[in-house]
């Protein structure tokens, strides 16, 4: 499911951000389960400092959030979001935070719809010292 929510992403970098979470106490999956041991979406969690448009010094942070796409429109993400933000509070945050694509209006939406608001559209860059 990684692969379907970021396919521009090669697998060995999926390997090293899987074994960066497993080895990490900030960090979380959960996943929904269709019932007959197959997968249907999952959310990753982590814990993130200074996040902007966050009044708070760290805020539990959606990572990635993915429902297979004939699940979709049937609450499976907004159960997601739920246990993100159990999740989140258990970790003693006020603020849960997360990001989209500029052009990825489904995610956008998405979010709305399980009440984030919007803060700011950005672009990042990155400068190789190298």
Not at 46 to 73: A, K, L, N
Request: some cysteine; aromatic content about 10%; hydrophobic content about 40%.
């Amino acid at each position: 499911m990684r692969a379907a929510l970021w396919p521009e992403c090669p697998p060995e970098m999926h390997d090293l951000e899987t074994a960066e979470q497993i080895s990490s106490s900030e960090f979380a999956v959960f996943i929904h389960d269709r019932g007959n041991g197959q997968l249907g979406g999952f959310i990753e969690l982590s814990v993130r400092h200074r996040v902007d448009g966050t009044m708070s010094p760290r805020v539990g942070y959606v990572e990635g959030w993915y429902v297979d796409p004939d699940w979709r429109g049937k609450g499976i993400g907004r159960a997601l979001i739920a246990r993100a933000e159990a999740w989140a509070k258990q970790m003693g945050f006020a603020e849960l935070a997360s990001d989209a694509e500029l052009e990825n209006e489904d995610s956008i939406r998405a979010h709305g719809a399980v009440g984030f608001r919007e803060t700011f559209r950005l672009v990042h860059f990155v400068k190789s010292l190298g």
